[in-house]
C-alpha cells in the first residue's frame, strides 16, 4: 500500500469510550423519564451522532414496552424535542467527565506513534461533538499526535457524508486516493466508500466484521500493527 494520509474513526477505533458515552447517556435519560440502558445495549447504537443516539436510546425503550406518555403518545415533534434534550444533556454530562473510563486500545499508541514516525500525515474524524472530542484525543495521547482532530459541529455535514471527508482532505493536503480510512462501524466504511479513500476496518470495535465488510471494507485487520505491516 502506498498512502500518504491515515483518518482514524474515534469510538470503538482508536479508544474504548462505551462506558462513558452509556454513562453520561444513561444520566440523561433518567434525568427525563427514561430507564438506563445497559452498556451492551449501547455497542450498535453509537457512531451516527449523540442526538441520532438519544433518539434510539428513546426508540429502545419504546420496542421494549416502556411507556411514557410525554414520549410514546406525543407527535413528531414532541419527540425530536425530547430527544434533543435528552442529547443536549447527554452532551453537558459527558463533557464534565469524558474520561473516567475510556482508554485506548492496546497497540493504538504505538500505531499512531509509528505512522507519525513514517512522516505520514494523520487526522481524527468522528461524530462525536468536536469540543468533548478535543478534550478526549488530548487527554489520552500526546500532544501533536494527529495533524487534525475534527468532531461534529452541528450545521455542518458529518459521517456519512463525504463532504466531511472532503473538508478535512483539503486542510491535509491531501486526495481521497492518498487516504486509509479506518474505522469500526458500517458508517465509517460507507463514509470511505463515498468519499473515495480506502475503507479498512478493525475488528477490536463496536460492530461485526460481518457488518462492516457488508458496508464496503476492502480489508479487516484484527491488530494495530497489521496497518504498519500493511504499509
Request: charged letters at 25%.
Amino acid at each position: 500500500m502506498k498512502y500518504k494520509g491515515v483518518i482514524f474513526d474515534l469510538d470503538g477505533t482508536l479508544i474504548d469510550t462505551l462506558g462513558d458515552i452509556a454513562a453520561s447517556m444513561n444520566k440523561a435519560l433518567e434525568l427525563h423519564g427514561f430507564p438506563a440502558l445497559r452498556k451492551e445495549a449501547y455497542r450498535d447504537k453509537v457512531g451516527w451522532g449523540i442526538r441520532r443516539l438519544a433518539s434510539l436510546c428513546m426508540l429502545d425503550h419504546q420496542d421494549s414496552g416502556y411507556q411514557d406518555s410525554g414520549y410514546q403518545d406525543s407527535g413528531y415533534q414532541d419527540n425530536l424535542e425530547k430527544a434533543t434534550q435528552v442529547a443536549e444533556d447527554a452532551i453537558r454530562f459527558y463533557a464534565d467527565n469524558p474520561l473516567v473510563f475510556s482508554k485506548a486500545y492496546p497497540g493504538i499508541p504505538e500505531l499512531v506513534a509509528g505512522l507519525r514516525h513514517r512522516k505520514m500525515k494523520t487526522a481524527v474524524l468522528t461524530n462525536k461533538p468536536d469540543p468533548t472530542a478535543q478534550l478526549v484525543v488530548a487527554g489520552l495521547f500526546p500532544r501533536d499526535s494527529f495533524n487534525f482532530v475534527k468532531g461534529e459541529v452541528f450545521g455542518n455535514p458529518r459521517k456519512p457524508d463525504p463532504a466531511c471527508v472532503w473538508d478535512l482532505l483539503v486542510e491535509m493536503g491531501l486526495s481521497p486516493a492518498d487516504i486509509i480510512f479506518i474505522g469500526d462501524s458500517e458508517i465509517d466504511m460507507e463514509t470511505a466508500v463515498s468519499a473515495g479513500c480506502f475503507p479498512l476496518g478493525v475488528s477490536w470495535g463496536y460492530r461485526s466484521r460481518e457488518t462492516i465488510i457488508k458496508a464496503g471494507a476492502r480489508h479487516i485487520i484484527d491488530r494495530p500493527e497489521e496497518l504498519l505491516e500493511l504499509l
